[in-house]
């Protein structure tokens, strides 16, 4: 299972540093890498959303800091 987190990590890294190139640069990179082939640009995305939504779930259902004070995470 920790090699799924990784890779979910990887993933959502990847995400966030395209999203910041579209919005600082107006630049999109898997596109640019992928233009040619627009399903894997949809898989791509596809891929990088559900990694990131993982991550949610992960980190809340981990995390018990927010109730009671007490925080189990490590």
């Known amino acids: 299972m920790k ?9 959502t890294v990847v995400g966030a540093v395209n ?3 579209v919005g600082f640069f107006g ?3 898997v596109t640019y890498v992928l233009g ?3 399903v894997a640009v949809k898989v791509v995305y ?3 959303g559900v990694a990131g939504l993982l991550l949610l779930v992960s980190t809340f259902a981990k995390c ?3 109730c009671g004070g007490k925080c189990d995470c490590k």
Do not use: E, R
């Not at 799924?4 to 990590?9: D, E, K």
């Open 3 to 11: 090699i799924v987190w990784w890779l979910a990590l990887v993933l």
């Open 36 to 38: 040619a082939y627009p």
């Open 46 to 48: 596809d891929v990088v």
């Open 19 to 21: 999203w910041g190139l």
């Open 27 to 29: 630049f999109d990179l």
């Open 64 to 66: 018990k800091c927010c």
